[in-house]
């Protein structure tokens, strides 16, 4: 009696090896169980080909295969819709933090002039600001123009991420 499986077509060449194993009578409990491949993440595919080559990223996706590089396009698609900032926060995320952030965070702060650096620990995350113990959180300086504000954040992002 023939069986019925369920899977990915195997290449003529390999289905006859598998077809002649069978006929020749060898114990199916010693043939390895192949597992499926595991589905490709293709938004996160989509996020570096746009990432690496914004002009080129639907050309970057079309070797995943014809119905995974439909899909792959949907999500670029969806991708290059959203605003620049919202872009770059989804790569931040997917992606996550770099490696040396500490090193390159204790390199601003030591570069940085007195007002961008209380500035910049101020907006440092928790577990960021125990990289300095000698500081104190300060009030901000109702005298430090808003740019100051802006220009710490930037440079916490650019250092970590």
């Known amino acids: ?6 899977g990915r077509v195997r290449s003529p060449a390999r289905k006859a090896q598998a077809t002649v194993a069978v006929r020749s009578g060898v114990d199916r409990d010693k043939t390895p169980i192949r597992r499926p491949p595991m589905p490709l993440p293709l938004e996160r595919y989509a996020l570096v080909a746009w990432v690496l080559g914004r002009e080129r990223a639907e050309l970057l996706l079309e070797g995943l295969g014809a119905r995974d590089a439909e899909r792959a396009k949907a999500h670029l698609r969806d991708l290059a819709s959203l605003p620049s900032p919202r872009r770059q926060a989804k790569v931040s995320v997917e992606f996550g933090e770099r490696a040396d952030a500490a090193a390159r965070l204790k390199t601003l702060m030591d570069e940085a002039p007195e007002p961008l650096r209380n ?19 300060e009030a901000a300086d109702p005298l430090s123009p808003p740019a100051l504000a802006v220009l710490a954040e930037r440079l916490i992002r650019e250092a970590t991420r």
């Open 119 to 137: 500035e910049v620990f101020r907006r440092l995350p928790p577990y960021h600001r125990s990289l300095f113990p000698g500081r104190r959180v």
């Open 1 to 6: 009696m023939d069986t019925t499986r369920v």
